[in-house]
Each structure stands twice: as C-alpha cells, then as structure tokens.
C-alpha cells in the first residue's frame, strides 16, 4: 500500500425527502444564490418549484442558469461567471447530473479567479479558492455531487478537459433516491456504466497488499451489477435508485476506495477524447472503451483480473488456465453492459475511423496515458481501433 492522505469535506445528506432539509443548508452560505440547472428535467419532475420555494422561505435571493448542456460548454461556465460577478453572488446550487454539477463548479472557481477559468483545465493555474457550492443530484453516475472533480468542454476546440481542487468539493450535497426515479433507461444503463468504470479505474493496479480497497471495490461492482437491471426494469424501485445512488457516490469521492492504491484512469481519457468531438454520453462511450482496455492490457497482472473475474463475475475457475479466465470476467463485463442497454461498439453510436489518430495524440498530449500500462498515442489509436 502507498502512504496516503484522504481528505472529503462534503456532507452528504441521504434519503427520500431530504430536500426539505435545502432552505437551511444554503442558508448557511448568505442570502444570493445562482441556480444551475439543465435542460429542464427538474422543471418537468416538479423539483425546480420544490427548491425555489425552500429558498424562498430562507428569504435567499435567486439568480438562474438554466440550460446547462450534457458535457457542459466551457461558453455556459463563462455566463455563470458573469452573472455572479454582476450581482455579488457568494453561493451556487447545482440541481441537476453530473453535467450540472461540473458546471457549478467551474462557476465556483472561475469567480474569484482573475484569469479566464479555463486556465485551471488547460493545467496552466491551480485554483486558490471558489465559491461554497451546494448540490441537489438528480441522476447517478459520476460522483461529482462529493468530488472536486470538474469535466468541461471547449467546444471551439474540440478539448474535454477535468479540473480537480479541494475546493471544488460541494459543502453538502442532498441525495434523494426518488428525485431519479424519472431518469430513463439509457441514461441509468451509462450512470451504471460510469459508476464501473471509476470502479475498475482505481481497482486494475499493480500496488500490492490492498485487500480492503479491493474489496470495497468489488462490493461496489457487485451492487451495481445487482441493481442497475432492477432500476431500468422497475425505475421507480426505491431500494434499487438508493443503492445505485450510494454507489455512484462512493465510487468517485476523492479515493475512499482506493487510498494507497494507484489509479489508472486511461479509459477516460480515450472516452474524454470521443465526446469532445462526437458529445456522446460519457458512459455510452465508457461501455464502448473499458471492455476494449481489459483486452489490451490485461496480460500487464493477469492476477487481477482473474481475481475480477471470479469475485464480481463468480467465474468457475476449475479446470481454466488464466487467460481463460480472465478473458471470461471481460466478456461477463461486456455482455452485462449489453444486456442494460449500452453500446458495444463506435460503429453503433455513428462514430468511424477517420479521426481516431488525432484522438490518440490528443489524449496523450500531457503524457503517456493512465499507470496499469502506460499508453503511448499508437496504444490509444489501437484501442480506438479495437472499438470500432
Ligand atoms: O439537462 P436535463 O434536462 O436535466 O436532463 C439530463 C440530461 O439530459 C437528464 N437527467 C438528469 N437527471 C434527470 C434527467 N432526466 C430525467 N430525470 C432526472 N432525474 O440526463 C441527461 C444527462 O445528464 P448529465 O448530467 O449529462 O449526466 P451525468 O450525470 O452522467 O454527467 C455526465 C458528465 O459528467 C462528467 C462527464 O464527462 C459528463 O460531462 N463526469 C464528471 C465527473 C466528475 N465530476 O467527477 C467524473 C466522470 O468520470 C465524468 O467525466
Ligand atoms: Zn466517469
């Protein structure tokens, strides 16, 4: 195990009703607040008159930003920006995903900063600083309501890029499980996909002695895997929206799960690479690229996928050689993705050959890309390959 420090500030509250609880929380963060919120599901769901209403009553003044895209624009941030500087705005409520979340939190850092607020994902500034965000989740699947993780795009520029900062880490973040009652089936199937893929992300790695952290990865996989074909068949199934929740969430919060260990992270900068330029859902692009990397790189410990194989996936190992096995846990992960409704294949989501060279390069432009094995830009290409 590596020497390692965690820190998570968020305060999480959980459970049906929880946003009767919003009015006191943002109370907390002074009396103007920006509302960032998408493209109009939570006007749809009723949320929208439910959180206006709690920060009314807590005589909070409201200042909006609707319209947040899925893979938010780097243009949508700059207008938040804006707005909270007109009007001496201190606090930002995210109502929405992941999209909306990662917003909120460019927003947030971009404030106080005097440059423009792409600097921090272009790696040339380290935010000091950024405004309180709360959030209201309504869709699980990245875990930004308790990260300080932000993901935006720079759509001129074809550039997808994350910015990280214990700053950017929401003060609380309220998760009622029926608030994603109303999230259809394909967008369950590629939260399910996310919450996995951050899973295997920071559980294929070569730092020994992490029996915990495996554990609590493979149970995380395990739940996924039980639940997600409950939510999409029965999608107002309380226990099943809970439990998928709750892993979303553990699943990317700052490396609760995976202190000590060494992360990955290369199959999301191959699916970052996809949406900024074709701005297909992150976790259609995962299921198409994570089954593809096992394949690539699997031989690196195959230990550890035997291990993932027979724990998550129950493979019988008798009479198997390891590649068998492993091979076997990587065709159980494809045939589940398959089986909840996500895409094998780019081919499926109208994507061809013709740029995936300048993917590559593009996805190794700070280094060669993720740890398990470092990926040079022909790795890349190969794997894009392997998707087609
Ligand atoms: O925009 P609205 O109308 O709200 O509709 C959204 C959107 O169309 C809809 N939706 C959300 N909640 C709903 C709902 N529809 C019905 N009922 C509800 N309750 O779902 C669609 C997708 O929403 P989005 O926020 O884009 O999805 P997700 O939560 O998967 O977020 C994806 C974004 O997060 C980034 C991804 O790259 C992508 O840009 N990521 C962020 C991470 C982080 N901050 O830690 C890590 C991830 O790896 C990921 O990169
Ligand atoms: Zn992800």
């Not at 943002?26 to 939570?42: C, M």
């Not at 201190?90 to 979340?101: M, N, R, Y």
């Not at 869709?139 to 720079?154: C, D, I, P, Q, R």
């Not at 739940?223 to 074909?229: C, D, G, L, R, S």
Request: aromatic residues 10%.
């Amino acid at each position: 195990m590596n020497n390692f420090v965690f820190q998570n500030p968020t305060k999480i509250i959980f459970g049906q009703g929880t946003v009767s609880q919003l009015g006191k929380e943002a109370a907390a963060y002074g009396n103007k607040a920006l509302l960032v919120y998408g493209g109009g599901s939570i006007k749809r769901t009723g949320l929208y008159d439910q959180v206006l209403a709690q920060l009314k009553e807590h005589n909070i003044e409201v200042f909006e930003l609707p319209g947040v895209e899925p893979n938010p624009r780097l243009t949508t941030v700059h207008k938040g920006i804006d707005i909270c500087r007109a009007n001496g705005i201190g606090f930002i409520l995210a109502v929405g995903g992941g999209s909306v979340i990662d917003a909120a939190k460019g927003i947030a850092a971009g404030v106080p900063y005097e440059g423009d607020v792409w600097d921090f994902y272009v790696r040339k500034a380290v935010a000091q600083s950024a405004l309180p965000i709360g959030t209201v989740l309504t869709l699980s699947a990245t875990g930004s309501e308790m990260n300080g993780g932000s993901v935006v795009t720079h759509w001129e520029e074809n550039l997808k890029l994350a910015h990280l900062s214990i700053h950017t880490y929401p003060k609380f973040s309220i998760l009622d499980p029926t608030l994603t009652f109303t999230v259809p089936a394909d967008q369950t199937a590629y939260g399910s996909v996310d919450m996995m893929s951050h899973v295997f992300e920071q559980y294929f790695s070569h730092t020994a002695d992490t029996p915990l952290q495996e554990r609590l990865c493979e149970s995380i996989l395990r739940t996924v895997i039980e639940n997600a074909p409950i939510a999409i068949a029965k999608p107002d199934d309380y226990a099943a929206r809970a439990n998928l929740m709750l892993c979303g969430t553990y699943a990317l919060n700052g490396g609760m799960i995976s202190v000590g260990v060494t992360n990955d992270w290369a199959s999301h900068g191959i699916e970052h690479e996809l949406s900024a330029i074709y701005d297909i859902p992150h976790g259609a692009g995962l299921s198409i690229v994570f089954p593809n990397w096992m394949k690539y790189v699997y031989r690196e410990r195959i230990e550890r996928f035997v291990q993932y194989a027979v724990r998550v996936w129950d493979v019988d190992p008798t009479g198997k050689t390891d590649d068998e096995i492993a091979l076997a846990g990587i065709q159980a992960t494809r045939d589940f993705f398959t089986r909840i409704g996500a895409p094998a294949t780019l081919s499926e989501v109208g994507i061809g050959d013709d740029r995936l060279g300048e993917m590559a390069a593009k996805a190794v432009r700070y280094e060669p890309l993720g740890q398990f094995k470092k990926l040079t830009k022909e790795d890349v290409e190969q794997i894009y390959r392997m998707s087609l």
